[in-house]
């Protein structure tokens, strides 16, 4: 784990992670992590982010049991923002029911529109 020294974490002790799907390359979610959370992610193969609101470490999937298994790890060029590719288990990565975070979309004119079909009713998954 000699790569986590080489890591440039805010002044929170964190970093951004972009997790992406390793089939498809498909942006699945941000999220942040700390050293601990990364060593966990290492140490069982499943991403495990920092909560920043509530102030705790937390595994995708934990509730949903939409995990994602880390396939490959890597850092950008200033050592400050890692790109993880997985495979989610599950349909979603999203808590809000889409596959992707990103399922919002902006138009030429600065409109919103979703983008994305939900494969899960969240109300059904976290009570």
Not at 54 to 73: A, C, H, P, V, Y
Request: charged letters at 35%.
């Amino acid at each position: 784990m000699k790569f986590i020294k080489a890591l440039k974490f805010d002044r929170k002790g964190l970093i951004p992670a972009v997790i992406q799907d390793y089939k498809d390359g498909k942006v699945l979610m941000v999220g942040w992590m700390s050293r601990e959370s990364l060593r966990k992610s290492l140490r069982t193969g499943k991403t495990c982010f920092w909560s920043r609101s509530r102030k705790k470490l937390w595994t995708k999937g934990e509730q949903s049991g939409n995990f994602q298994l880390i396939r490959e790890i890597r850092f950008d060029c200033d050592a400050d923002t890692l790109l993880i590719k997985v495979r989610q288990v599950g349909k979603a990565s999203c808590h809000k029911g889409y596959r992707s975070c990103f399922y919002m979309k902006v138009d030429k004119k600065g409109n919103c529109k979703i983008a994305g079909k939900k494969v899960f009713d969240p109300e059904k998954v976290y009570s």
